[in-house]
Nanobody, 120 residues
Framework: QVQLVESGGGLVQPGGSLRLSCAAS????????MGWYRQAPGKERELVAR???????NYASPVKGRVIISRDNAKNTVYLQMNSLKPEDTAVYYC??????????????WGQGTQVTVSS
């Protein structure tokens, strides 16, 4: 079983930065990826970024170039550095742990979410 606790959300002005953190307790193996998703009001949850145990990253197009995902495997922690934030980045951000099935990542574990609001 894996438990995830996010932190670092808040209110920021357009153009500002935020760093989200997610600490995982439990067993995170080398087949697990960690990722950040977000869900805005009235919209479906979407992937923001993910990172494999070996450090391979993928970013969603809307955030590419503005967001950096990183992880500390020793601490079972994943980070999301968000820069040049826009109002459309406003959402609840969720941390997740995915398990490689051989074909795709199955995102089995989720944090409680942290609110990010970008507004002047």
């Amino acid at each position: 079983q894996v438990q995830l606790v996010e932190s670092g959300g808040g209110l920021v002005q357009p153009g500002g930065s935020l760093r989200l953190s997610c600490a995982a307790s439990g067993t995170i193996s080398s087949i697990n990826a960690m990722g950040w998703y977000r869900q805005a009001p009235g919209k479906e949850r979407e992937l923001v970024a993910r990172i494999t145990h070996g450090g391979i990253t993928n970013y969603a197009s809307p955030v590419k170039g503005r967001v950096i995902i990183s992880r500390d495997n020793a601490k079972n922690t994943v980070y999301l550095q968000m820069n040049s934030l826009k109002p459309e980045d406003t959402a609840v951000y969720y941390c997740s742990v995915g398990k490689w099935t051989g074909t795709y990542y199955r995102w089995d574990y989720w944090g409680q979410g942290t609110q990010v609001t970008v507004s002047s």
